[in-house]
């Protein structure tokens, strides 16, 4: 019990502890308990007893305050040092105040010290006896971080130059090459942690008069000599592993370079991640000189990888995939790679260093927090921001130091176990509930770290534009323009102004822009257009910076600052819709709000919005003004995928229906107002997309007008207040003004333009029994009669069901009729010049192509397969497959191609605010389609080769099924 409040977890095993070591005196005893683990030390102490002598070892430590201190805080903190003196006990006297020097060891006297090592255990023995150097002068606060974090680097250097001496004495045509090991990572920047992989680029030369081939062989051998010899388990453990992917070409490339290979890869084929990676290279073995040849040739490189044109998409990339390949059960406890980790110090200091070191030397160093400070001494970074960040940086490193420390395993992972905790908590100086108050710690920090990742990009970028600079800031507008440019503004200049123009002044709106911007602008980078969006923010900004809500909504709801930003900076589409109506700012930050709202529903808005207005103008506006606001609602949502395909063409026909139904009803009541009671009942037909629930972006209304005189009607009288109601309802809807206007096309009528706008009933039903033509038919498949006179409607598809589902099916002849339609369509329809296998409508495995399958198989077939009595393709598509009609991969290949060309279609229209017909040519574009569609601006390539794969195999289905 008296162990236990000591701070003992295992009693009885520290009690039997205590009896193997003899007489332990009660100092002793509580100085373990003061330990990170107390059990872990005492449970080590009493194995080094047996080796060393428990007495022997015990006056020892009697003896000597300072050794056993040491000696104690190490073995509570780290099993594995503890498991190493178990096999070494000699050393344990190396925690002497005469061995451990209190001024940093350098990098010579390290060298020196390993180079006496001649075989892999005597260089790992030499490894870890240094190793334990290291953690007692950090442990014991001899030497700070960054002093212990150099220190484990050079010994990681010294390491590697004396594993490649006991190579070259084992290689006996060592003398053919030079070669030269360059320090990469962490290594290379003098910050290495206890257990890592150490990265390496192996360079080499022939020595003179050797040959070639031969001197590329003992190279080869050596650099995999030297890998070997520091990775492979023996008896005395492992040291590391000896990382060399950063080479050109990875894995993939060999695994030694001559000098002008080096060279060559870097002139033509590197990207800019390899550039980032070069700012930490230093020689570490081998050919000095060779070392600094390479150094020297590719410096200039490095500090040009911000004007390469791809510098944007290869950093956002690269940051992409550093999160993706992190385990979701680990992104919340990731030290290193998660959101607030190390790595967005590291990323975020390299990226400014990349950015201004071309014009500013003194910001070249490989060391982050030497970087770091150098930025702030530049002006580049806040000082109060660059103290917080470093002091974040090291309390994060700490931890990582101390969790890797105790088994000497290779882990960035925050444990979850209460003991772990317990233990790293108080070998950080956590006394009194360590493991919570770690936690708390630790998480203070990453936030810390999340929101200066920010601020060191973008709240310098404020200051630049501000009259009098504060905090020491000494950004220049040069400087300023030029980290715009890096981060993928395309007018530096303008966006500066922007910037200018949102912050000046001391009004209450400028200070609140002032403490957004830096977050908006971030995410601006992160998308397509952030010309875009910055501009597009100050314009709704001017709109609304006075409206009580507009500013306090994004200042006190991140989502919906975030959510804006990333829509103005990747839709024109929803921008434009936007800035007609910033209010439409307000459903942003609202799940709710973000859901299209259901047909009846809008209808009922839409009816409201009619009754209130006398005039049929204003009804007409009002009607226009609901479409807008629903427009923005669903293109906000898709945006930020929130909505699948079939989720936008349902929520887009909805939108149309309801503005159909109340222009209907202003134009009705605008003829009534000149002609009296009408005289005659309308109904309004749905066709194609539109019939089919199916709209998009860029559709027009597709329909067919119908009425039928009231009973006594003059049938003249009639036909001429429909055919006013008629047009009147396209011109209220085409009219241009402030709300996006809809165009209404009757071209599927029958007889096409050649025939009357509106028809009667009556005069339907006689052409359809004389006339029909079978394309007309097969228009019809995806009729649905929706707007105006219910009854009429109901009539109206009566009609026409027998035409579109006729008993038996369709005749051969028919069946020819439409494979003869549809192969006219595919040689004269398609545009002069546009790509048959990149056109979305019209192209080998598109719309046109799935669709006219589909409506073939419901025109053979929807007589006896009620189920395919459908105007939606898909709907017709499954029960096709569910009566076995189509094969299970034959439907999905169909699908798929619709799904996707519909999905592209639409992100053409919300990126780029018009229709197109053809997939995008220009990268800019396609970036930006990409961003929409999920990929990622960097994989629009993945997204035109899964597209053309994609249509490709829906061609085959097609081919095989519509024209067999």
């Known amino acids: 019990?008296?162990?236990?409040?000591?701070?003992?977890?295992?009693?009885?095993?520290?009690?039997?502890?205590?009896?193997?070591?003899?007489?332990?005196?009660?100092?002793?005893?509580?100085?373990?308990?003061g330990v990170a683990s107390p059990d872990t030390a005492l449970a080590s102490l009493t194995s080094i007893a047996d080796r060393f002598g428990a007495r022997k070892l015990l006056d020892l430590l009697a003896g000597d305050a300072d050794l056993r201190q040491r000696l104690l805080v190490v073995l509570g903190t780290s099993q594995a040092l503890g498991d190493f003196l178990v096999r070494h006990p000699e050393h344990v006297v190396d925690l002497s105040t005469d061995e451990l020097s209190t001024t940093p060891i350098g990098l010579d006297v390290r060298r020196r010290q390993m180079a006496e090592a001649t075989t892999a255990d005597e260089l790992r023995v030499a490894y870890y006896r240094k190793l334990l150097h290291i953690a007692a002068r950090d442990l014991t606060a001899l030497t700070s971080f960054e002093e212990s974090s150099a220190e484990l680097a050079d010994l990681a250097v010294a390491t590697l130059g004396a594993a490649l001496k006991i190579a070259e004495a084992a290689d006996e045509n060592a003398d053919l090459c030079r070669l030269t090991i360059m320090a990469m990572g962490k290594t290379g920047g003098r910050e290495l942690n206890y257990v890592s992989d150490v990265d390496v680029i192996f360079i080499h030369e022939p020595a003179e008069g050797a040959d070639d081939g031969a001197a590329i062989a003992a190279a080869t051998r050596l650099a995999a000599a030297v890998m070997k010899l520091c990775h492979e388990h023996t008896s005395e453990g492992t040291i590391w592993e000896v990382d060399a992917n950063l080479r050109p070409e990875g894995s993939s490339g060999p695994l030694v370079r001559s000098l002008s290979s080096h060279i060559a890869y870097y002139e033509r084929w590197a990207?800019?991640?390899?550039?980032?990676?070069?700012?930490?290279?230093?020689?570490?073995?081998?050919?000095?000189?060779?070392?600094?040849?390479?150094?020297?040739?590719?410096?200039?490189?490095?500090?040009?990888?911000?004007?390469?044109?791809?510098?944007v998409t290869d950093v956002r990339a690269m940051r992409r995939r550093v999160i993706e390949n992190i385990p979701p059960n680990h992104r919340e406890r990731q030290l290193k790679l998660g959101a607030g980790g190390?790595?967005?110090?590291?990323?975020?200091?390299?990226?400014?260093?990349?950015?201004?070191?071309?014009?500013?030397?003194?910001?070249?160093?490989?060391?982050?927090?030497?970087?770091?400070?150098?930025?702030?001494?530049?002006?580049?970074?806040?000082?109060?921001?660059?103290?917080?960040?470093?002091?974040?940086?090291?309390?994060?490193?700490?931890?990582?130091?101390?969790?890797?420390?105790?088994?000497?395993?290779?882990?960035?992972?925050?444990?979850?176990?209460a003991e772990d905790l317990r233990r790293i908590g108080r070998s950080m100086g956590f006394r009194q509930n360590p493991a919570e108050n770690l936690t708390r710690e630790w998480q203070a920090h990453r936030r810390i770290v999340r929101r200066l990742h920010e601020k060191l990009f973008y709240q310098p970028l404020l200051e630049a534009v501000a009259s009098l600079p504060t905090d020491g800031l000494r950004l220049t507008p040069l400087a300023a323009e030029q980290r715009l440019t890096a981060l993928g503004f395309a007018d530096p200049k303008g966006a500066l102004a922007h910037i200018q123009a949102l912050t000046s002044g001391v009004s209450r709106r400028a200070a609140?822009?002032?403490?957004?911007?830096?977050?908006?602008?971030?995410?601006?980078?992160?998308?397509?257009?952030?010309?875009?969006?910055?501009?597009?923010?100050?314009?709704?900004?001017?709109?609304?910076?006075?409206?009580?809500?507009?500013?306090?909504?994004?200042?006190?709801?991140?989502?919906?600052?975030?959510?804006?930003?990333?829509?103005?900076?990747?839709?024109?589409?929803?921008?434009?819709?936007?800035?007609?109506?910033?209010?439409?700012?307000?459903?942003?930050?609202?799940?709710?709000?973000?859901?299209?709202?259901?047909?009846?529903?809008?209808?009922?808005?839409?009816?409201?919005?009619?009754?209130?207005?006398?005039?049929?103008?204003?009804?007409?506006?009002?009607?226009?003004?609901?479409?807008?606001?629903?427009?923005?609602?669903?293109?906000?949502?898709d945006v930020l995928g929130r909505l699948d395909i079939l989720e936008v063409g349902e929520a887009l026909t909805?939108?149309?229906?309801?503005?159909?139904?109340?222009?209907l009803k202003a134009a009705t009541a605008a003829v009534?107002?000149?002609?009296?009671?009408?005289?005659?009942?309308?109904?309004?037909?749905?066709?194609?997309?539109?019939?089919?629930?199916?709209?998009?972006?860029?559709?027009?209304?597709?329909?067919?007008?119908?009425?039928?005189?009231?009973?006594?009607?003059?049938?003249?009288?009639?036909?001429?207040?429909?055919?006013?109601?008629?047009?009147?309802?396209?011109?209220?809807?085409?009219?241009?003004?402030?709300?996006?206007?809809?165009?209404?096309?009757?071209?599927?009528?029958?007889?096409?333009?050649n025939g009357p706008l509106v028809r009667t009933f009556a005069a339907y039903k006689a052409y359809y029994e004389k006339w029909s033509a079978?394309?007309?038919?097969?228009?019809?498949?995806?009729?649905?009669?929706?707007?105006?006179?219910?009854?009429?409607?109901?009539?109206?598809?009566?009609?026409?069901?027998?035409?579109?589902?006729?008993?038996?099916?369709?005749?051969?002849?028919?069946?020819?009729?439409?494979?003869?339609?549809?192969?006219?369509?595919?040689?004269?329809?398609?545009?002069?010049?546009?790509?048959?296998?990149?056109?979305?409508?019209?192209?080998?495995?598109?719309?046109?192509?799935?669709?006219?399958?589909?409506?073939?198989?419901?025109?053979?077939?929807?007589h006896a397969v009620p189920e395919m009595r459908?105007?939606?393709?898909?709907?017709?598509?499954?029960?096709?497959?569910?009566?076995d009609l189509v094969s299970h991969d034959d439907a999905q290949a169909l699908e798929a191609s619709w799904r996707l060309v519909s999905r592209i279609r639409n992100a053409v229209v919300l990126m780029r605010g018009k229709p197109a017909e053809s997939m995008v040519e220009q990268a800019s574009e396609r970036a930006g389609v990409a961003h929409l569609l999920g990929y990622g601006m960097e994989q629009s390539e993945r997204m035109v080769d899964e597209y053309l794969r994609t249509t490709r195999q829906a061609r085959k289905v097609v081919e095989r099924i519509f024209y067999e």
Request: avoid cysteine.
């Open 1 to 33: 019990m008296a162990l236990a409040r000591k701070g003992f977890r295992n009693g009885e095993g520290a009690v039997a502890d205590l009896t193997r070591l003899g007489n332990v005196p009660d100092t002793l005893v509580d100085q373990i308990a």
């Open 342 to 417: 190390l790595r967005d110090v590291e990323f975020a200091v390299q990226l400014l260093q990349l950015v201004h070191g071309r014009a500013d030397v003194s910001l070249r160093s490989s060391t982050t927090v030497h970087a770091l400070k150098a930025l702030i001494e530049g002006g580049y970074v806040g000082r109060r921001d660059g103290a917080a960040m470093e002091e974040a940086y090291e309390f994060l490193r700490t931890l990582e130091h101390r969790i890797q420390l105790f088994k000497l395993r290779r882990s960035h992972i925050v444990p979850d176990d």
């Open 870 to 883: 459908t105007t939606r393709t898909l709907d017709a598509l499954h029960a096709a497959l569910k009566a």
């Open 512 to 637: 609140i822009q002032k403490s957004l911007l830096p977050a908006m602008l971030a995410w601006f980078a992160e998308s397509p257009d952030p010309d875009g969006g910055l501009l597009a923010f100050r314009k709704i900004s001017e709109g609304l910076g006075e409206t009580h809500w507009y500013l306090r909504k994004l200042r006190d709801e991140g989502e919906g600052a975030e959510q804006l930003a990333h829509v103005l900076s990747s839709s024109r589409y929803v921008t434009d819709l936007i800035l007609r109506a910033p209010d439409s700012v307000a459903l942003l930050g609202d799940d709710a709000e973000l859901k299209p709202l259901e047909r009846e529903r809008l209808r009922t808005e839409v009816e409201l919005a009619t009754s209130r207005h006398k005039d049929p103008r204003d009804a007409i506006r009002a009607v226009r003004r609901v479409r807008r606001r629903e427009l923005s609602r669903i293109g906000i949502a």
């Open 672 to 753: 009534e107002a000149e002609r009296g009671t009408m005289p005659t009942r309308l109904s309004i037909v749905l066709m194609g997309r539109l019939g089919g629930g199916e709209a998009g972006y860029g559709s027009d209304a597709d329909v067919m007008f119908v009425h039928d005189p009231v009973e006594g009607a003059d049938e003249t009288e009639a036909a001429e207040a429909a055919m006013a109601v008629a047009q009147g309802l396209r011109k209220m809807l085409a009219a241009p003004g402030d709300d996006p206007p809809l165009d209404v096309d009757a071209d599927l009528r029958p007889e096409g333009k």
């Open 654 to 663: 909805d939108v149309s229906t309801a503005t159909l139904d109340g222009a």
């Open 774 to 862: 079978v394309w007309e038919a097969q228009a019809l498949l995806r009729a649905s009669a929706e707007v105006g006179d219910p009854d009429l409607n109901q009539r109206f598809t009566a009609l026409i069901d027998p035409l579109r589902w006729p008993e038996g099916g369709a005749t051969p002849a028919e069946i020819r009729e439409v494979r003869r339609i549809k192969a006219r369509v595919d040689s004269e329809r398609l545009p002069r010049g546009a790509n048959p296998n990149t056109h979305l409508k019209l192209g080998r495995g598109g719309l046109a192509d799935v669709e006219w399958t589909v409506q073939l198989l419901q025109m053979q077939h929807a």
């Open 271 to 311: 990207t800019t991640w390899e550039f980032q990676a070069l700012l930490k290279a230093r020689y570490a073995a081998g050919d000095e000189e060779l070392a600094q040849g390479y150094l020297d040739a590719l410096s200039p490189m490095i500090w040009m990888a911000s004007t390469r044109e791809n510098f």
